[in-house]
Structures are given as structure tokens and as C-alpha cells.
């Protein structure tokens, strides 16, 4: 499944959610910094949230 | 005597419209009704508040959020709905495997609920269980398999008849164990509410769907089913603060773990919808009250979650070292990455040492020694890598020893020698498997956890063979791609150590001379 964090493609398995993509693109540290994680249409998402294929996820 | 007889005249004319717009105004407010929608998706059993990984404030606690459902409940005629996800996910839950949850909603009187994917981590004896412990309907029209759930159920509530459809993700047997979703199909959400979508569009005033889908996949089945009224959505947690719209379609959804409850207020007017104003009240404990009633059942499951977090699991014959874990191996590492190798079925087991976090005494081994050692809520992953990707992995496992770091690797199934003087990225010296040296082109099957499966601590290797890996699919019960050979995300990597300790009664794992350093 292949999923973009801050418009950077990263290749995740079926099942994984938020969290591993945002450990996959090296950006988790970024939410323990109060940072937050947004899907493309601005709403904020839990680091357990599923994802879907494409999925655009946004941290700031 | 004119002009008086004029202004009577004026007077009954007057009366006579003020009366005409009262009646309308009457009759007008008579087919004008109002129903309140509250909803909550995702808790994940997280019945007390907590400190989310980044915030510096306590959200959530579910005697708050019971306490806001009745006093908005006392403004207008309500429903209570749950969009899935509620029995799994914090010791709270799984250590009862949600039957605690099925009690906080019993007393919460909710109306329905979708049946999420993570309701089946139990497997299927335990969830129609709890559903049949539930004195609510648990729903789940595009589920082939389970009777138990029910496709739909009709709600009439201040004279508005609303109907309810339950739909749940189709990667449900990968999200869950595969074994768990064995013997049962999830048909596609689209063509399933489709078809009720048509079955309801006479009979009822409202088609609600409460999904367990997934936002961006709400938004596709609002944009190709006609018909759908309201989207009560769960699954990627999200939060959405104001209503979306697409099309003639209302989608809501309220986070996860009762941090949020979602209201959404309606005004219908002949099976129409006039008026929708949304909004999620944030719970948490420095603002409003506890409901009673589910502090009891709070505090019931606090004793009974203390009582089996000190249940005796086993009994070790040696200390079992987790201080070390970062530097050497232990005879903890090799314990726990045995049991991750021997669950998986893989060659190789590579953990992070830093994953270990305590030790363990000689003498009694109760639940709670297991979660310390293991707090982090990980679930195996095992997944093909070639002999040169496991030394990688293993060469930066051993990279940054001198800091202690928690990339340190604990192994089982190989045995490896490394040089912590030699330059980074040259350490590693010499790598056996079976009793054979590591071959470079050969395939082997390495377990580790989900963490370091998705890059964490550093490690690229598993990473980079996700990436290669071609399609996944459900083959003999097991997700499995052209490199993944194991995933189990329902089931805790300390839940797996219990099980095996349990079994086992009586352990004394002593270290192998797996990890060999040498000058």
C-alpha cells in the first residue's frame, strides 16, 4: 500500500496505520514535538487510524 | 360611528390574519421534527483519560463523555450510535476481551453499533459473545457468514423513522488475524448500502449509514450511492470538526478513544432533511461531570483489571536480565525473540533491544512483570529478506552501540559476531543460520515486530522488502505478500509471551553465545 507523508510516497503493509507511516517516513518524532497529523482534507487523524491506498497524510 | 365601524372592521381583518398565521405557523411546526444523532467511533476501550503521545493535557474518560450524552439527551430526542472499533485496544478491553466495553454501552443504552475490524481480534466465539451480552443491534450488512449481526435496524424517534445500515471495512481479514475473519466474506460497503439504499427510500425518512470504512472511502460511497442521507463513519479516526457534505450527502465522524463525542442535530420536515448543524464536544476531566452509572462499571473493571494484571503467569528459575538489552544479549532477549520466531513459523527473530524494558526476578512471574518488560502495544510481522538485507539489518543493529541505543538487536535463530572497535558499517564479522553462514542471495523468513517492520529504530531492511513486495492476499488462513509471511495486528507481542509462559509454567532460558563480540 503505498501512502504519501508530506507528499513523500512510503510503501506500507495492509493492516499498519498512521503511526507506521508516520514512523516510515521518519516523522513520528514530530508529533511527540506537539506537531499534528492532518489527512488532505484538513481533519486531524488518530496515530491508530487506518489507512487507505493514496492516502495523503500531512504533519504540522 | 363610520370610522368606528371602520376600525372593527380593521380589527376583525387583523385578528383574522394573525389567526390564519398562527394556524399555518401551527400546522408548519407540527411536520417539522427534530432528532439529535450523537455518536462516538473508535474508543478502543480507553475508558479512562489519558495523555495522548504529544499533548499536554489529560483527553477523554468515559464518564465524562456518559455524562454529556445525558444532558444532551435531556435537550432533544436522541440516538446513541458507535461506529466501531470498541472492544480492542487497551488493557482495559483486552483483558476482558471487551466485555467491559459491552458493559459501559449497555449502560449507556446505545442504540447501534457497526461491527469494526478489530471487534473480530477475539476471534469469532468471543465476539458473538459479546454481541449477544449487547442489549443493542450490532450491525454489519456487508458480513457473509456471521447470523448473529444484523444488516440494519429501523430506529423511529419523535416520529421520524430512520434506518440504519451497518457496514464494515473489506480489509478487515487483514486487519484483524486472518484466522479470525476465517469462513466469512465482507462483501463491498458500496454495493451492499446500494442495495438498502433502494429497499429504504420509501419506507423510511432517513438512511443513515453507519460505517466502518474510513473517511476517504465514506466520501466515495456518499459520491456513488444515491440516496444517503448521513454517513456516521469510523475507522481512520478521524476528526471532523464540522459536518462534510458531498453531494446530498452529511459525512460525520468523531476521532477515536472518547476524546470527542460527535453531535449532530436535525431538523426533517416530510422525510427531508431542512436543517444540520454539527458540531464534537471535547471530553475530558477538567470540564463537566462523571455519569454514576459508568463510573461503577469503571470501577468494577479497575479492581478486576488489577486482580488479573497480578495473576500468576508462571515462574522463572533465573533472573531474567532486561537491563543489558542495549549492549549484549540476555537471556530475556533470547526468551522473547524465541517466542516471536517460534509464533511466526520464521528462521530468524530480530528485536530491538530497547523494545525490552525491565527485568524480570527469579521466582514468580506475574502479568503485569510481562507488561512492563513489553509496554509497548507491538504485534509480530515476519517478513522474507535475503541474506544480505538480514546483514544490514543486523550491521545496523550494531551500529550505535557505544550510545546504548535501542536499535541494539536481541536475535534468535542466528548467531553473529560483530567488532564494536571497527569503523560503523564494517562491524560485522561473521553471521551463521542453521549452522551455516549467512548466504547473500538466499531468502530467509525474519520475525520481528510491527515497529521495526515500518522503519523504526532506523532499520530499512523490512522496509525496503515491503516495497518490493507484490501484492497481499489471504493464502491458508495467513495475509501474505510476495515477502511477508506473517502478521498477526490483533493479537500484542506480551500477550504471545504470557500465552507461551502459561504453557510453558516453569522457565530458565539461559544466554547461547548468539551475539559474540570480539575486538
Redesign the interface.
Known amino acids: 500500500m503505498k501512502i504519501y507523508v508530506n507528499d513523500k510516497p ?7 496505520t ?4 508516520l ?2 517516513a ?1 516523522v513520528l518524532k514530530q ?6 497529523a492532518y ?1 488532505e ?1 484538513e ?10 491506498e493514496g ?1 495523503k497524510i500531512y504533519v504540522r | 360611528m363610520k370610522s368606528t365601524n371602520t376600525l372593527g372592521t380593521r380589527s376583525k381583518v387583523i385578528i383574522f390574519s394573525l389567526l390564519l398565521l398562527l394556524l399555518f405557523l401551527s400546522f408548519a411546526s407540527a411536520e417539522e421534527r427534530e432528532v439529535r444523532i450523537l455518536y462516538l467511533n473508535d474508543f478502543h476501550g480507553f475508558a479512562e483519560s489519558y495523555r495522548p503521545l504529544g499533548s499536554k493535557e489529560m483527553l477523554g474518560g468515559i464518564t465524562y463523555l456518559a455524562a454529556k450524552v445525558n444532558a444532551l439527551r435531556k435537550e432533544k430526542p436522541s440516538l446513541l450510535l458507535s461506529a466501531g472499533d470498541m472492544m480492542q485496544g487497551n488493557a482495559w478491553a483486552n483483558l476482558f476481551q471487551g466485555e467491559s466495553v459491552i458493559e459501559l454501552m449497555n449502560t449507556m443504552h446505545f442504540d447501534a453499533m457497526v461491527v469494526g475490524n478489530h471487534e473480530f481480534d477475539f476471534g469469532q466465539e468471543v465476539l458473538k459473545k459479546r454481541i449477544s451480552e449487547a442489549e443493542f443491534p450490532i450491525l454489519g450488512a456487508n458480513v457473509e457468514g456471521l447470523g448473529i449481526l444484523k444488516p440494519y435496524v429501523i430506529k423511529e424517534v419523535n416520529g421520524i423513522r430512520i434506518a440504519i445500515i451497518g457496514v464494515t471495512t473489506e480489509d478487515t481479514p487483514v486487519s484483524t488475524h486472518p484466522r479470525n475473519a476465517s469462513g466469512l466474506k465482507f462483501l463491498s460497503p458500496i454495493d451492499t448500502v446500494n442495495k438498502y439504499a433502494v429497499e429504504f427510500k420509501n419506507t423510511a425518512d432517513i438512511i443513515l449509514v453507519l460505517s466502518h470504512i474510513g473517511y476517504q472511502v465514506d466520501r466515495t460511497l456518499a459520491e456513488q450511492v444515491e440516496g444517503i442521507d448521513i454517513i456516521v463513519g469510523g475507522h481512520s479516526h478521524t476528526r471532523v470538526g464540522n459536518p462534510s457534505i458531498v453531494g446530498k450527502t452529511i459525512i460525520v465522524q468523531a476521532w477515536e478513544h472518547g476524546k470527542v463525542l460527535g453531535v449532530l442535530d436535525l431538523t426533517i420536515d416530510d422525510g427531508k432533511i431542512m436543517k444540520a448543524e454539527g458540531h464534537l464536544e471535547e471530553i475530558r476531566p477538567d470540564i463537566g461531570e462523571e455519569d454514576r452509572d459508568t463510573l461503577a462499571v469503571l470501577q468494577k473493571y479497575r479492581q478486576k483489571v488489577d486482580s488479573v494484571l497480578s495473576e500468576r503467569v508462571g515462574e522463572t528459575e533465573l533472573d531474567l536480565d532486561g537491563e543489558n538489552v542495549r549492549r549484549a544479549e540476555t537471556n530475556l532477549g533470547d526468551l522473547i525473540t524465541d517466542i516471536t520466531r517460534q509464533a511466526s513459523g520464521a528462521d530468524v527473530a530480530i528485536l530491538n533491544g530497547g523494545g525490552i524494558r525491565t527485568s524480570i526476578k527469579k521466582g514468580e512471574i506475574r502479568v503485569k512483570d510481562v507488561y512492563s518488560v513489553l509496554p509497548f502495544d507491538n504485534y509480530i510481522v515476519a517478513i522474507k529478506l535475503t541474506g544480505r538485507e538480514i546483514k544490514e539489518a543486523l550491521e545496523h543493529g550494531v551500529s550505535a552501540i557505544e550510545k546504548e541505543e535501542g536499535r541494539f538487536p536481541q536475535v534468535s535463530g542466528v548467531v553473529f559476531t560483530y567488532s564494536p572497535s571497527a569503523t560503523i558499517g564494517s562491524r560485522l564479522k561473521e553471521v551463521i543460520i542453521s549452522g551455516k553462514s549467512l548466504e547473500p542471495d538466499k531468502e530467509y523468513s525474519v520475525a520481528t515486530n510491527d515497529f521495526l517492520a515500518a522503519g523504526g529504530d532506523g532499520y530499512r531492511a523490512f522496509g525496503d522488502a515491503i516495497k518490493a513486495s507484490k501484492d497481499f492476499e489471504i493464502i491458508g488462513g495467513m495475509m501474505k505478500g510476495e515477502k511477508l509471511v506473517y502478521s498477526d495486528s490483533g493479537r500484542w507481542l506480551k500477550d504471545v509471551v504470557i500465552q507461551y509462559i502459561k504453557e510453558k509454567k516453569t522457565i530458565a532460558p539461559k544466554t547461547e553465545g548468539r551475539i559474540k563480540e570480539i575486538p
Open positions: 512510503v510503501d506500507i503493509m495492509p493492516g499498519m498512521v503511526k507506521h507511516a514512523i516510515s521518519g508529533i511527540e514535538a506537539s506537531k499534528k489527512d482534507w481533519n486531524e487523524i488518530g496515530l491508530d487510524g487506518a489507512l487507505s492516502m
